[in-house]
């Protein structure tokens, strides 16, 4: 595959992406857990797709492998890193709103569930029966 088709392709996939985590950050916002669950599923595939088309000789895991040369000087490379790192921080966007959204959810269990208990321990004594009001 040429360097442009390559790049090309990594572009669409990268702008699918980005589409993609706006729809995330949208049903994130408005608790629609349905549309996040397809939508999440989306963005694992692109993701996927996105790495097993990077060049592994750009990964700065992988050992440096003389088989495929990849022009670093063509401007479409810095696009795609930029669109890539725009795709990063959407990510970042959307983990820190859904840690936000789960933290409210634990807040109001935990006021819930303590309050229930207090609740009980006020209505009842130790032998299970009702207390009397003083």
């Given at each position: ?30 608790k629609n857990l349905d549309h ?65 959204q789960l933290e409210v959810v ?26 009397r009001k003083r």
């Amino acid at each position: 595959m040429s360097d442009a088709v390559l790049i090309r392709e990594i572009l669409t996939l990268g702008n699918q992406l980005k589409n993609s985590l706006e729809e995330e950050f949208i049903a994130l916002t408005e608790k629609n857990l349905d549309h996040l669950e397809t939508v999440q599923q989306r963005k694992v595939e692109l993701l996927q797709s996105i790495q097993a088309q990077w060049p592994q000789e750009l990964s700065s895991e992988a050992p440096e492998s003389p088989a495929i040369e990849v022009s670093m000087s063509d401007p479409l490379w810095d696009e795609a890193r930029t669109l890539l790192n725009e795709c990063k921080e959407a990510h970042i966007r959307n983990d820190l709103l859904l840690k936000r959204q789960l933290e409210v959810v634990r807040t109001v269990l935990s006021s819930l569930t303590q309050r229930s208990a207090d609740n009980h321990s006020a209505l009842y004594d130790k032998m299970g029966r009702m207390r009397r009001k003083r």
